[in-house]
């Protein structure tokens, strides 16, 4: 059963430090996004990989995010340094684009910062 | 800029009734793809429905329809005999086609359905 796998499922951290957040798509996927949710924003955009390419990380706090794509098989998100307003569920999803299908979501990374 | 809105934040309905989700979005594009996501509690993002805009016949998926208005740029959902299981958050997603060299889904800000007994 393929599907988006993402760690860690929960993080609490203190105000100040790194946090790193992976996810693997599924393979075969040539996109993957980054999204944010949080109870007033819904779903936020913060950056995406076609064929392992930046596309688009306007949506991410330049000074504090960044996200890469390594390989084919990992997409990884960092903070630093975290703070309280980042406390969010951030999820990651895939889709194969360049045709006719559906976003794939992981199960999301719940992640707060005292 | 491309946006999608969902201007009910929460609802409710009695178990076998019909409830019916708006959303509404907002794009220059020709043709895209529109979907409904549904989160329940376990968090975990799942398609319901989607639907080609070429396409002006309204996508089914047993007890979920759509109406899709083109031109008004409206895609509600339906849900029929609602069940309990169908308590969750519901996420109206539009993505453009990709020859607009755009390949990202936006998202509405969701709308909470509670199923009561």
């Known amino acids: 059963d393929a599907r988006v796998t993402q760690t860690p499922r929960h993080k609490v951290t203190e105000m100040g430090q790194e946090v790193t957040m992976r996810c693997q798509p599924i393979l075969g996927h040539n996109t993957v996004f980054w999204y944010r949710q949080t109870m007033m924003q819904g779903l936020e955009l913060l950056a995406y990989f076609r064929n392992r390419a930046p596309l688009d990380d306007s949506g991410m706090p330049k000074d504090r995010f960044s996200a890469e794509m390594p390989d084919a098989t990992l997409a990884t998100l960092k903070i630093q340094p975290s703070e309280p307003r980042d406390s969010a569920v951030y999820f990651c999803?895939?889709?194969?684009?360049?045709?006719?299908?559906?976003?794939?979501f992981g199960q999301g990374t719940r992640l707060t910062v005292v | 800029a491309q946006t999608v809105t969902q201007s009910q934040p929460e609802m409710s309905v009695q178990e076998a009734e019909t409830v019916t989700l708006s959303c509404t979005y907002d794009t220059s594009e020709s043709n895209y793809y529109l979907f409904w996501y549904k989160q329940p509690p376990s968090r975990q993002m799942i398609l319901v429905i989607r639907q080609e805009a070429y396409k002006q016949q309204n996508a089914t998926e047993n007890r979920f329809s759509v109406n899709f208005q083109k031109a008004a740029k409206s895609f509600s959902l339906k849900i029929s005999d609602s069940q309990l299981g169908d308590t969750a958050m519901y996420f109206c997603a539009f993505m453009p086609t990709t020859t607009s060299g755009t390949y990202k889904y936006i998202f509405g800000t969701g709308t909470r359905l509670k199923v009561l007994a």
């Open positions: 999803a895939s889709a194969f684009t360049g045709g006719w299908t559906e976003a794939f």
